[in-house]
């Protein structure tokens, strides 16, 4: 029902402008006209609701998914972008000039007005380059901090040029209703980001971390464990993952999603799997012990607690066994009774991670590019590998919980579903949507 009841939510939220401008706008223009103003206070509307659509609030993304919930994000982000590219083409024809703000006889004129057009033209040009941005950012390859801020400064700045666009240039907008509606809207878009890079920051230094230890696992990954320092550590369920912040101020934007590999357990320990990739990974090895670190969570709902298939299917590739590790180790802890598969694929022998731990019963290791005595799997964990490893009733019957790179879960996911699995049995986590 949860999910249910957020998509409701979020058609309520971004019709209400629709709506209400129609109640209160008076006598009706040429289609193509109101098609325009629709368009445009659609647009504003869904960009508004992106705040909250960002992943960091835990009534949203740890009911439908953060998955989900990303994957929206982008696709109304794209959706908004369209109506907003439309939104200004629809009004040719249109009689410009007039009094403004908007007469009582309801004129069915544009504003000629270069200021209250101009903040309307900025954020048409702003926002392509802000969704562009985010679309490309690994291709660009410059440092995920820099994309962070930017995208946030970007999104306010084409919020606060769309509200003055809408309530000085708009025929809706600049009704009294419409206005306070809008200043509404834009208060909660801003308090969203004053919550998550001002009160979060405040609440995290209170509950402070301290590293443990940083263990090195393969060539080039590790494992990073952190202690509470004076409170009584994270309240999170095995699968979950953090924003994690080592060595900086709760403020700085030098912080990163990482999933918890231990167990809720195993104690009061957090344990985390990193891969060297990124400007902070790459250094993560040098990380000294008692080296004060900050946790923003737990986000997410890669878990299988509570759930009631008799089996489960962990389905990882490369450094996305972390959380799968940290609900294998939750299962052992707690004389889990139901059945569990583990496959793991990697590139080469030397990157498989906690091979003494995982063992070798009811564990499938896949290397594409294999020693010449392995007696794994060899190749890619596709379909042809799910076929050889599960049972026509695992397929129907068992969860199948699985993270790791994005064209790995595509073609599990997909076979999967081919094979009867119910797509709530299947549960993905990714940290990369494009």
């Known amino acids: 029902m949860k999910p249910l009841l957020l998509i409701f939510a979020y058609l309520v939220v971004v019709a209400s402008p629709l709506i209400l401008s ?55 982000a794209r959706t908004a972008l369209a109506f907003a590219f439309l939104h ?11 009094q403004r703000p908007w007469d009582p006889t309801r004129q069915l004129t544009i504003t000629t007005d270069f200021v209250s057009l101009s903040t309307g033209i900025a954020a048409f040009v702003l926002l392509p380059g ?21 995208h946030g ?50 609440l995290d230094k209170a509950r402070p971390w301290r590293v443990a230890s940083v263990t090195r696992l393969t060539p080039k990954q590790w494992q990073v464990t952190v202690t509470p320092d004076g409170h ?17 101020s709760t403020f700085s934007m030098k912080e990163n999603p990482f999933s918890i590999c231990s167990a809720p357990a195993g104690g009061l320990e957090l344990s985390f799997m990193i891969k060297e990739l990124g400007d902070f990974t790459r250094t993560i090895g040098q990380t000294k012990a008692g080296t004060i670190a900050y946790l923003d969570g737990p986000y997410g709902s890669l878990c299988v607690d509570g759930r009631t298939e008799p089996g489960v299917a962990l389905i990882a590739g490369g450094v996305g066994l972390a959380p799968l590790i940290g609900i294998l180790r939750q299962m052992r802890l707690s004389a889990d009774l139901r059945k569990v598969k583990v496959v793991y694929g990697n590139r080469a022998i030397d990157q498989i991670a906690y091979l003494d731990e995982l063992g070798a019963q009811d564990v499938t290791y896949v290397l594409s590019d294999p020693p010449e005595n392995w007696r794994g799997e060899i190749g890619f964990v596709d379909a042809a ?15 199948f919980v699985m993270c790791g790179p994005a064209i790995m879960m595509d073609i599990v996911e997909d076979h999967l579903i081919e ?16």
């Open 22 to 76: 129609w109640l209160v706008g008076g006598s009706p223009r040429l289609f193509h006209q109101d098609l325009a103003s629709g368009l445009g206070i659609l647009a504003f509307s869904m960009i508004l609701a992106e705040f909250v659509l960002s992943g960091r609030f835990k009534s949203v993304s740890n009911g439908v998914g953060m998955d989900v919930t990303m994957r929206f994000h982008q696709v109304m």
């Open 88 to 98: 200004p083409f629809l009004y040719q024809g249109t009689p410009s000039g007039g």
């Open 130 to 150: 802000l969704i562009l941005l985010a679309i490309r950012r690994t291709q660009l390859d410059y440092k995920y901090e820099t994309w962070r801020l930017t």
């Open 153 to 202: 400064i970007g999104a306010l700045l084409i919020a606060l040029l769309l509200l003055h666009h809408t309530v000085y240039a708009g025929r809706y907008g600049s009704q009294p209703v419409m206005t306070w509606v809008w200043l509404a809207m834009t208060g909660v878009a801003v308090g969203s980001l004053l919550y998550v890079y001002l009160l979060v920051p405040l």
């Open 232 to 248: 009584c550590g994270l309240d999170y369920r095995a699968g979950q993952f953090v924003w994690l912040n080592v060595g900086h």
């Open 385 to 399: 590998l799910m076929d050889r490893v599960f049972s026509e009733e695992e397929f129907s019957e068992w969860v």
């Open 419 to 434: 094979r009867g699995t119910p797509s709530h049995r299947v549960l993905s986590e990714r940290f990369d949507y494009d």
